[in-house]
Nanobody, 122 residues
């Protein structure tokens, strides 16, 4: 099993910044993509940002230019730097990792963190 532990959420005023972290631990061969999703009340979970093991990134249009995703492969950790936060960024943010596992043959499993609340006040 693999555990994803998130940290860094909280309450911030509009225009402020927060940095989320997510560390993966457990039985794994490697991690392919890691990323962040969010879910606001009454809405579906949506992609915020994703980063591959090679460092390629993809962002939701709503966060481009404000959020930056990065990862430390040696620490199995992904980060989300959020700047110029807006009230509409308020949501529970979930870490996601596509983990390669297996001893004799490899397979990919999808894991989620428990979520961390980000609240942006106007």
């Amino acid at each position: 099993q693999v555990q994803l532990v998130e940290s860094g959420g909280g309450l911030v005023q509009a225009g402020g910044s927060l940095r989320l972290s997510c560390a993966a631990s457990g039985s794994m061969f490697s991690i392919n993509a890691m990323g962040w999703y969010r879910q606001a009340p009454g809405n579906q979970r949506e992609l915020v940002a994703v980063i591959t093991s090679g460092g390629s990134t993809n962002y939701a249009d709503s966060v481009k230019g404000r959020f930056t995703v990065s990862r430390d492969n040696a620490k199995n950790t992904v980060y989300l730097q959020m700047n110029s936060l807006k009230p509409e960024d308020t949501a529970v943010y979930y870490c996601n990792a596509r983990v390669v596992q297996g001893t004799y043959y490899r397979y990919e499993n999808n894991y989620w963190g428990q979520g961390t609340q980000v609240t942006v006040s106007s």
